[in-house]
């Protein structure tokens, strides 16, 4: 087999973690690939028949590859290397590498990627791999490989490990019988993972109120009232003397699972949700039935091997227990997390706001042309024209009497709101409320179209102020989601996404386009046609959040948005840290992470997504400018460098790059 036959097996391979240098595949995702018969023909060539070997590691663009064992591949989260062996066919040479009574040996990370679909595990290696995402432990790329490095991050991140997966759990009623409930609750150095969700959505700036029931050691209460916000705990081991209070949100975070009796469990719930004004966060561990399989049984759940008791959920079972227990239907905001609204206008300005285009308006005044009387009247009651038109502009439509703090004086003076609302429509605010108009209606069309996903709420539901804008802009909600249904429909064709992409380029003030792609910084997306917004609303379904990257990369043609992460994106030349690709018609996301930071590709022209007042924006263009004069980049284009390529442009330069400026060593 000759090298260029070697890379064309090793990208027909059906799966694989894919490294910016290396593909790692479980063998039992090669058995029916011809590399099984060349792996299998290296060893008997270097007398390595008795190699024991479980994972393969093929170089990209080069003929290597590796021999890796991880003994406890299948029953171990990130299993430690015990051995490898290195072959370079290039230069004819190998290495075997003993990690066997290393303190600090390599592990791994992501086996779902490894595996085909139909791998016995590859749920719970999913479920694994989630679980490390929501905790943030792969934030600190650098550390990871190894095992002391993930240890201390576990650590510091507030969770630790029981039985191969992440623990951290708080009680709800005193230790019974030989069940250590006490144990569950850690220490820790960082917002938990359903509070870190909280923050995202907005509910951590002070407004709101929150009560941790069964809060552990209490830390997410210290982090919170250290930062201002009115919280309260309570927990019967640690803080057992606490006063059970109402609050804004209730967070019930890791405690169900500890609960071994179900009646109690029930009991739990409940008591939480009525301390809740307006939601209720709930999370709990997940686990497939092969995982839970390898413990011993007690009542419906487990005891683990430090005598705890676990009650794994999947979670399609968390979200039918809350529904059975509280008879409402939860919304899914992370894996093992859900949030119930007992204030449904709450949950639909939370739905609503989640896929709002965000829009500033003009301060400036704008008066219907004078007429004699008419012209006086609106002269002498400037301020109130004013502030109604305000008030106009920002709903899109004409006010209803509880959206307008003068009303009485509105009907005094003009006679009623229609009134004033068509002579203001007559003048240049007609223009600015139309454009508000048509942006509400995209906006709905957006929350709508996205609400498929989930279960569309009922129209008796919505806030009164929803109920308005629907029945001026749509007539009818079932007009309203017909309509949507058709956008999310038109996600499906490549032309009209063409199309909407060719009108986002033209209008966003920041992005590329290169004819297959359209990329943006994701503070923009709120402001691409509404057919793009859906589009990579769809994928985020997914993904999660998009403002949790730095830029974002529509597809064209093959129905795919990649998220991408950056280590500084502030920096002159940013790192790529993560890439998230969503597939959306076959439904699967492709990530690829950058552990090695000395291996990360740097983000040339970065100039192209910025806006002209953004911070350094002159310094940016000067470099960018500079480096293409060198022909290390070009304008309009993606510019897609390896770090090696890099590292060699600026080692043939004798260039080096600090701040904005480029120096010659």
């Known amino acids: ?12 391979l059906p799966t694989g973690k894919s490294t910016p240098k290396a593909i790692y595949v479980h063998e039992s995702a090669i058995h029916e690939n011809k590399l099984l018969v060349f792996l299998e023909t290296i060893l008997s060539a270097l007398k390595q028949n008795d190699l024991k070997w479980n994972v393969a590691k093929f170089a990209k663009g080069s ?17 430690s290397l015990e051995h490898s062996l290195y072959v370079d066919l290039d230069k004819n040479s190998f290495k075997l590498n003993d990690y066997s009574k290393a303190t600090n040996p390599p592990i791994l990370h992501r086996k779902e990627q490894m ?22 432990l792969y934030e600190n790329g650098a550390a990871i490989g190894f095992k002391l490095g993930w240890l201390s991050i576990i650590e510091a991140a507030g969770y630790e490990l029981v039985d191969g997966r992440l623990f951290r759990s708080s009680m709800v009623t005193p230790a019974k019988g030989s069940i250590d409930r006490h144990k569950t609750a850690i220490s820790r150095q960082s917002l938990s993972s359903p509070m870190k969700l909280l ?46 209070v109402s609050a804004d949100i209730v967070n019930l975070g890791f405690v169900l699972n500890v609960i071994e009796d179900v009646a109690e469990r029930v009991n739990a719930l409940q008591r939480a949700f009525d301390l809740a004004e307006k939601l209720i966060v709930i999370s709990c561990m997940l686990a497939s039935e092969s995982f839970i399989a390898g413990f011993k049984p007690f009542k419906d759940g487990v005891i683990t091997s430090n005598n705890t008791f676990q009650k794994y959920f999947t979670q399609t079972e968390l979200k039918t227990f809350v529904q059975d227990v509280l008879e409402d239907e939860p919304i899914t905001l992370g894996s093992g997390i859900v949030v119930v609204f007992k204030c449904k206008e709450e949950q639909q300005q939370f739905l609503l706001g989640k896929h709002r285009r965000i829009r500033s308006w003009s301060s400036s005044t704008m008066r219907t042309p004078r007429k004699s009387k008419l012209d006086r009247l609106l002269e002498d009651n400037d301020l109130l024209v004013q502030e109604f038109t305000k008030a106009a502009i920002e709903l899109g439509r004409c006010p209803a009497d509880d959206e ?3 009303s009485a004086l509105v009907k005094e003076v003009f006679g009623s709101f229609k009134k004033l609302f068509n002579l203001i429509c007559k003048g240049e605010g007609g223009d600015r409320i139309e ?21 569309r709420k009922k129209y008796k539901s919505l806030p009164e102020e929803h109920k308005r804008d629907i029945k001026v802009f749509f007539q009818t909600y079932t007009n309203a989601c017909l309509q949507a249904e058709s956008l999310l429909f038109d996600i499906a064709n490549p032309e009209l996404i063409r199309r909407a992409a060719e009108e986002a380029y033209a209008a966003l003030p920041a992005s590329m386009f290169d004819g297959d792609c359209l990329i943006m910084m994701s503070c923009y997306v709120s402001l691409l046609p509404s057919l793009l917004r859906v589009y990579v609303g769809a994928a985020s379904h997914m993904f999660g959040d998009w403002e949790e990257a730095d830029l974002v990369k529509v597809h064209l043609d093959s129905g795919k948005v990649s998220f991408l992460v950056y280590d500084d994106f502030s920096a002159p030349v940013p790192h790529l840290k993560e890439r998230i690709k969503v597939r959306l018609a076959e439904q699967e996301i492709d990530y690829f992470d950058y552990v090695n930071t000395r291996r990360r590709p740097p983000l040339l022209g970065r100039s192209q997504y910025l806006e002209s007042n953004f911070d350094n924006y002159d310094k940016q263009l000067g470099l960018d400018r500079r480096l293409a004069a060198l022909g290390m980049l070009k304008f309009q284009t993606e510019n897609l460098t390896s770090r090696g390529e890099w590292e060699s442009f600026l080692d043939r330069n004798n260039i080096t790059i600090r701040g904005f400026r480029i120096f010659r060593v």
């Open 1 to 12: 087999m000759n090298p260029n036959e070697f890379q064309a097996l090793v990208k027909s």
């Open 115 to 136: 595996v085909l679909p139909e791998h016995p595990n590859f749920e719970d290696f999913k479920l694994t791999t989630e679980e490390g995402v929501s905790a943030g």
């Open 63 to 79: 003929f290597q590859l590796s021999y890796l064992f991880y003994p406890e591949f299948e029953t171990t989260a990130y299993p």
């Open 404 to 406: 307008f703090s003068d």
């Open 435 to 455: 454009d508000s108009a048509k942006a509400k209606r995209e906006d709905y069309l957006v929350y709508l179209a996205l609400e498929k996903f989930s279960q």
């Open 199 to 244: 923050q995202r959505y907005g509910y951590l700036e002070g407004q709101f109120s929150i009560f941790d029931y069964g809060c552990g050691l209490g830390d997410d209460l210290a982090e919170l009232q250290a930062n201002g916000i009115n919280a309260n705990g309570w927990d019967p081991n640690f803080l057992p003397n606490e006063d059970l």
